[in-house]
């Protein structure tokens, strides 16, 4: 898999080549070594397992040290944990260890852009704090049918600061295939960050078709 790797540790001989030098990766590892961790899971893991996920394994992107990667791993499921940065997989492999959860956690260090999404794979994606529009149009394919996507991202502000990295309020479930069906779009202000959140669910595939629908 070309781009990815699953992390020894912080700068450790498994980070790949094409990464060793990748800015956000810095930015990313100096941004985990300076604040505590913190491994609670998101609000958006628990509005998916209330809504009901089927069968199969869980796709976090962005994960940085996630507890939401715990938390799902700690409900029975296999977690696919991506992330730039080897210093927040190295505290996240640690901690699954603490909790007897590493063998349901897999850690895999990516640049998101360049990384391979198998279609119709998955009962959750899972994406916070991150946005790139291919990256969200690959992960709403890797869902399968029946299953959910969440995903938050920066919001653009009423005449506040716009960029490639923030999205209007409502595009998120705007750039959903029509296979998706909307079950929350909202917003929500903190003291640093307004955020956009959405949870969606893919159709189930009609009865009778076999294999995995694509969006």
């Given at each position: 898999m070309s781009g990815a790797s699953e992390p020894a540790g912080p700068c450790g001989p498994d980070v790949p080549s094409e990464l060793r030098e990748h800015p956000d990766r810095f930015r990313w590892n100096e941004r985990y070594r300076e604040a505590d961790p913190d491994f609670a899971p998101h609000q958006l893991v628990t509005d998916a397992l209330a809504a009901g996920?089927?069968?199969?394994?869980?796709?976090?992107?962005?994960?940085?040290?996630?507890?939401?990667?715990?938390?799902?791993?700690?409900?029975?499921?296999?977690?696919?944990a991506v992330d730039i940065s080897d210093h927040a997989l190295a505290q996240l492999g640690r901690q699954a260890r603490r909790r007897g959860l590493d063998a349901r956690v897999r850690r895999v260090l990516a640049d998101l852009p360049a990384y391979p999404v198998a279609a119709g794979r998955y009962a959750l994606v899972l994406a916070t704090r991150y946005w790139d529009p291919d990256v969200f149009g690959s992960a709403a394919a890797a869902v399968l049918p029946g299953g959910l996507l969440g995903w938050e991202a920066l919001a653009q502000a009423p005449g506040g600061e716009r960029g490639p990295y923030r999205v209007a309020h409502g595009e998120?479930?705007?750039?959903?295939?029509?296979?998706?069906?909307?079950?929350?779009?909202?917003?929500?202000?903190?003291?640093?960050?307004?955020?956009?959140?959405?949870?969606?669910?893919?159709?189930?595939?009609?009865?009778?078709?076999?294999?995995?629908?694509?969006?």
């Open positions: 996920l089927p069968a199969g394994p869980v796709l976090e992107l962005a994960c940085g040290r996630s507890g939401s990667a715990l938390a799902l791993a700690a409900a029975g499921r296999t977690v696919t998120l479930g705007a750039r959903l295939p029509a296979t998706f069906t909307v079950l929350a779009e909202e917003l929500y202000d903190s003291e640093r960050h307004r955020v956009s959140r959405l949870l969606a669910r893919r159709q189930p595939a009609a009865p009778g078709l076999g294999g995995a629908e694509r969006g």
